[in-house]
Structure formats: structure tokens, C-alpha cells
């Protein structure tokens, strides 16, 4: 991806401004910790500050005035879509040459950690081509990450993100009902976190972001979890693997307790799979769900198939339109995973397109 910043002064005093560039690139970060394939190691290339919610506007009608690279694809980086305990919340925008006003969320997470790193390259732009050839703009989203934030804030960051998009969505020049969303592991159950819960926001809102429904209009993901309390082949929870995989805090519950004014963590295993169980998104299945697709390799051994199967069987008992593909031999990844996004793309020009 060329970039040419000298042509356009306009361009010049809105990088000067608020310090966003258009070099791209990334690694999907997985459970595993291992590369997906394609990866290239390739610095982070950040800019020194992000992009205010404020400046949005102005860039979208001047979208003709920008200096497009040769493969026709503009980044603009580190959007902020919401702030918490003193840090940004940022979400990077690919715009297609050809946008068809649809758009997909990509959730950057495995394992409940997200970095601006595992989308820092040209390599990002490639994973994600199967979307941008169709025209379809991606939001690369990255929330409060694991160790840090349980995935209770997780789902809060994410629901957030959506609802930002549709707030701007004519100034990213999408249209507002045409969103999905996908990912990968952990970044395939905050789709399904979406797809099944997504939903209105508050009227009374002070922030007219979060007036905006969370609504996604379909799904689609890689190897998903769907229920946290019944995790194991013996019925028991999911706490022992993630422990095993080094990802405990992502499911570490600390609640604020106000007699001893400090935060605490949560104990009684019963209060845990309480938790457990509303973030659970087989638990929230209903006739409003999103259409729904899942690839699952059925060699996969952090998350069952059968997690995937008991989530397209109760999405078809509600009347939801569902698939489930099993890659045979596939893992928790597989090599060539990228050009399995084409399936997903077929699934959102059926679910998406008008």
C-alpha cells in the first residue's frame, strides 16, 4: 500500500492536526498465540495520536480530496470510539475503492486480549481483502484487553463500538442498518455476544453515542465458544483450560465494594457461574438474533464443535437464519484461513447487500 502525503495540504493539516496515517498491517491474534497464516513481522507502525470522534465529519466530505493508494484501500487509524479509566478506545477504518455502503466490525481478540499490533502491517489489509473486494468497509476494533479488563468490559467496550458506527455512519459513508460482524475465538464470541444481545441503547443518555442501538444484522465467525458453564466434555466450566492457557484474568470477576471501598474479586463459584452463564451467548439465542455463521474446525482443542453445533441448532429452533461449516482437520486456526473469509463474505451479500 503506497501512501503520498505531499499532494494534498488539506490532507497535510488534518495529519498535522490529529496525527492519523495510512499505513496498515497485522497478525489475527488467536488463543493459540500462534501466527495465522500470511503473517509478516512487521513493526507497528502507530501514529502519535488518534483521531477524535469531532474530525470525522469533515474527512468524510472531503473523501474525494484524499489520496487514495494503489490497491484503492484508505485507513484512517485509531478513531477513538469511547474512553475509560484515563485511556482511548480506538477502532481503525478500512474504506474499500468501491464501497457498497455495507460494512463488517472486525473484532481484534483471542482470548480476550486485543493490541493495536495484531493489525499493525500490510498483512491486515490482505486478511481482510475477501471484505474489501466487495466493498464492504471494515471497523477493526480493539477493546480494553485481558489481563486488564474481565470480558464483562469487554462486552461493554464492544457494544460501545457499535454503537458508535451507527452514530457516524454517514459520515464513514455506510448505511446504519447494514452492519455485521466477525471474528476469531474470542473475537468469534464477542460476534455472537452482539449478534444474539445487541439491542437498544439509553434514551436518556447524556453521550447521543450511547442512545444508539447496538444491533448488529449478521454474524460471522471463527470456532466461538457459546457457553462458559457447561465448557468441558464433562459438563464443568471453562475457568481450569483458560487458566491452562495462561487467559484466567479475562474471567477474573472483580466487583467495587463499597463498605471496604476497594475492588474485589469474586469467589462463590455459584455468583462465577452466574456470570458465566450471562455471557454465554447460547444463552440469549431469540427471534431477533442476527443470521448466524460459524466454520469450526472439528480438531479443535480449546473449543469443542459441539459448542458450535448446540449454537446453530438452538439459532434454527428460534427461526434464525444459521450455518455451520466444519473444517475437517482444522484446529483452533488452520493454514489458509484468509481465503475462508470469501465464505463469509457470500454471507453477507446474501445477509447485508440490498
Given at each position: 500500500?503506497?501512501?503520498?502525503?505531499?499532494?494534498?495540504?488539506?490532507?497535510?493539516?488534518?495529519?498535522?492536526?490529529?496525527?492519523?496515517?495510512?499505513?496498515?498491517?497485522?497478525?489475527?491474534?488467536?488463543?493459540?498465540?500462534?501466527?495465522?497464516?500470511?503473517?509478516?513481522?512487521?513493526?507497528?507502525?502507530?501514529?502519535?495520536?488518534?483521531?477524535?470522534?469531532?474530525?470525522?465529519?469533515?474527512?468524510?466530505?472531503?473523501?474525494?480530496?484524499?489520496?487514495?493508494?494503489?490497491?484503492?484501500?484508505?485507513?484512517?487509524?485509531?478513531?477513538?470510539?469511547?474512553?475509560?479509566?484515563?485511556?482511548?478506545?480506538?477502532?481503525?477504518?478500512?474504506?474499500?475503492?468501491?464501497?457498497?455502503?455495507?460494512?463488517?466490525?472486525?473484532?481484534?481478540?483471542?482470548?480476550?486480549?486485543?493490541?493495536?499490533?495484531?493489525?499493525?502491517?500490510?498483512?491486515?489489509?490482505?486478511?481482510?481483502?475477501?471484505?474489501?473486494?466487495?466493498?464492504?468497509?471494515?471497523?477493526?476494533?480493539?477493546?480494553?484487553?485481558?489481563?486488564?479488563?474481565?470480558?464483562?468490559?469487554?462486552?461493554a467496550d464492544m457494544h460501545r463500538a457499535l454503537r458508535f458506527i451507527r452514530y457516524h455512519a454517514?459520515?464513514?459513508?455506510?448505511?446504519?442498518?447494514?452492519?455485521?460482524?466477525?471474528?476469531?475465538?474470542?473475537?468469534?464470541?464477542?460476534?455472537?455476544?452482539?449478534?444474539?444481545?445487541?439491542?437498544?441503547?439509553?434514551?436518556?443518555?447524556?453521550?447521543?453515542?450511547?442512545?444508539?442501538?447496538?444491533q448488529v444484522q449478521a454474524v460471522a465467525c471463527f470456532y466461538p465458544g457459546v457457553d462458559w458453564v457447561h465448557w468441558e466434555e464433562d459438563g464443568s466450566n471453562c475457568l481450569?483450560?483458560?487458566?491452562?492457557?495462561?487467559?484466567?484474568?479475562?474471567?477474573?470477576?472483580?466487583?467495587?465494594?463499597?463498605?471496604?471501598?476497594?475492588?474485589?474479586?469474586?469467589?462463590?463459584?455459584?455468583?462465577?457461574?452466574?456470570?458465566?452463564?450471562?455471557?454465554?451467548?447460547?444463552?440469549?439465542?431469540?427471534?431477533?438474533?442476527?443470521?448466524?455463521?460459524?466454520?469450526?474446525?472439528?480438531?479443535?482443542?480449546?473449543?469443542?464443535?459441539?459448542?458450535?453445533?448446540?449454537?446453530?441448532?438452538?439459532?434454527?429452533?428460534?427461526?434464525?437464519?444459521?450455518?455451520?461449516?466444519?473444517?475437517?482437520?482444522?484446529?483452533?486456526?488452520?493454514?489458509?484461513?484468509?481465503?475462508?473469509?470469501?465464505?463469509?463474505?457470500?454471507?453477507?451479500?446474501?445477509?447485508?447487500?440490498?
Amino acid at each position: 500500500m503506497r501512501v503520498d502525503q505531499g499532494k494534498k495540504s488539506y490532507m497535510n493539516m488534518i495529519m498535522k492536526l490529529h496525527g492519523w496515517v495510512l499505513p496498515f498491517g497485522c497478525v489475527l491474534a488467536l488463543v493459540t498465540g500462534g501466527p495465522c497464516s500470511g503473517q509478516a513481522d512487521v513493526p507497528a507502525d502507530r501514529p502519535p495520536q488518534a483521531m477524535h470522534a469531532n474530525a470525522l465529519t469533515g474527512i468524510a466530505l472531503d473523501r474525494d480530496r484524499q489520496t487514495e493508494p494503489d490497491d484503492g484501500v484508505t485507513r484512517i487509524s485509531d478513531v477513538i470510539y469511547g474512553r475509560k479509566f484515563g485511556m482511548a478506545l480506538t477502532m481503525d477504518v478500512l474504506r474499500p475503492k468501491k464501497p457498497n455502503k455495507a460494512s463488517v466490525v472486525w473484532a481484534v481478540s483471542g482470548g480476550f486480549k486485543s493490541d493495536h499490533d495484531d493489525m499493525a502491517g500490510p498483512e491486515f489489509v490482505k486478511y481482510m481483502a475477501a471484505f474489501l473486494d466487495r466493498g464492504y468497509t471494515v471497523f477493526a476494533v480493539v477493546h480494553g484487553s485481558n489481563p486488564k479488563f474481565d470480558m464483562r468490559e469487554v462486552s461493554a467496550d464492544m457494544h460501545r463500538a457499535l454503537r458508535f458506527i451507527r452514530y457516524h455512519a454517514s459520515d464513514f459513508g455506510i448505511e446504519a442498518q447494514r452492519i455485521g460482524i466477525s471474528g476469531a475465538s474470542a473475537g468469534g464470541v464477542i460476534s455472537l455476544w452482539l449478534g444474539t444481545q445487541g439491542g437498544p441503547g439509553d434514551p436518556a443518555a447524556a453521550d447521543p453515542v450511547d442512545r444508539e442501538s447496538s444491533q448488529v444484522q449478521a454474524v460471522a465467525c471463527f470456532y466461538p465458544g457459546v457457553d462458559w458453564v457447561h465448557w468441558e466434555e464433562d459438563g464443568s466450566n471453562c475457568l481450569a483450560r483458560t487458566r491452562s492457557l495462561g487467559l484466567i484474568d479475562g474471567f477474573r470477576f472483580r466487583d467495587f465494594d463499597p463498605v471496604k471501598k476497594e475492588y474485589v474479586e469474586e469467589t462463590d463459584p455459584k455468583r462465577i457461574d452466574a456470570i458465566l452463564a450471562e455471557y454465554s451467548p447460547i444463552n440469549h439465542v431469540s427471534a431477533m438474533s442476527a443470521p448466524t455463521f460459524i466454520m469450526h474446525g472439528d480438531k479443535d482443542g480449546i473449543v469443542r464443535v459441539e459448542q458450535a453445533r448446540m449454537m446453530v441448532e438452538k439459532l434454527k429452533e428460534a427461526g434464525v437464519a444459521a450455518q455451520l461449516v466444519i473444517k475437517e482437520g482444522g484446529g483452533h486456526s488452520w493454514p489458509g484461513q484468509d481465503q475462508d473469509l470469501k465464505v463469509f463474505a457470500d454471507w453477507y451479500d446474501k445477509h447485508l447487500r440490498k
